[in-house]
Antibody, heavy 120, light 111 residues
Framework: QVTLRESGPALVKPTQTLTLTCTFSGFSLSTSGMCVSWIRQPPGKALEWLAL???????YYSTSLKTRLTISKDTSKNQVVLTMTNMDPVDTATYYC????????????WGQGTLVTVSS | QSALTQPPSASGSPGQSVTISCTGTSSDVGGYNYVSWYQQHPGKAPKLMIYEVSKRPSGVPDRFSGSKSGNTASLTVSGLQAEDEADYYCSSYAGSNRHVVFGGGTKLTVL
């Protein structure tokens, strides 16, 4: 059974760096084809893809946010970490991590999401 | 502004069929058979409903079907039920540079 769970601060101040952790079970990020991705959704708005890391430690970032994002993995802990620098109120959103299968390019399973508010 | 264009809303009565479109370009929807559809109920995480344009994961009712023509993909929900009322998002693989793009979402209302 695949599960993913996001954790991190609910509130960050403008200009601070956000660090989110995705802890997963039910699959191994060392298995070929397996990837973990981050997606966000501002309140009342659409989904936005942020970043992805694959089994081979290759990393991919949203073109518009790549200068602010870093994704990494700890395979032994079954965790993927996303950092986003220079947070702004427009970054207020629910942040999801998801299992992405590269074979058919789809997000098979999602975490429940964590709401991050950026405010002073 | 989302990379893929979806109508903001769609509606139908119970038992009817409704189709939601998702329009991209030859660099995403039109270039790959990797279109997915997700259902999202209020306050919940998205759930995969269709992948690779027309395939259904185990457990998704066959009332949900997908197709693609050129740069436009479509999701059809047949035999509408009250529980189908939700937001629906399409996504597409967009090559090694952009990787994944989403649509702006469509709110489906069951009248």
């Amino acid at each position: 059974q695949v599960t993913l769970r996001e954790s991190g601060p609910a509130l960050v101040k403008p200009t601070q760096t956000l660090t989110l952790t995705c802890t997963f079970s039910g699959f191994s990020l060392s298995t070929s084809g397996m990837c973990v991705s981050w997606i966000r959704q501002p309140p009342g708005k659409a989904l936005e893809w942020l970043a992805l890391i694959d089994w081979d430690d290759d990393k991919y970032y949203s073109t518009s946010l790549k200068t602010r994002l870093t994704i990494s993995k700890d395979t032994s802990k079954n965790q993927v970490v996303l950092t986003m620098t220079n947070m702004d109120p427009v970054d207020t959103a629910t942040y999801y991590c998801a299992l992405y299968s590269s074979g058919w390019s789809t997000f098979d399973y999602w975490g429940q999401g964590t709401l991050v508010t950026v405010s002073s | 502004q989302s990379a893929l264009t979806q109508p903001p809303s769609a509606s139908g009565s119970p038992g009817q069929s409704v189709t939601i479109s998702c329009t991209g370009t030859s660099s995403d929807v039109g270039g790959y058979n990797y279109v997915s559809w997700y259902q999202q109920h209020p306050g919940k995480a998205p759930k995969l409903m269709i992948y690779e344009v027309s395939k259904r994961p185990s457990g998704v009712p066959d009332r949900f079907s997908g197709s693609k023509s050129g740069n436009t993909a479509s999701l059809t929900v047949s035999g509408l039920q009250a529980e189908d009322e939700a937001d629906y998002y399409c996504s597409s693989y967009a090559g090694s540079n952009r990787h994944v793009v989403f649509g702006g979402g469509t709110k489906l209302t069951v009248l």
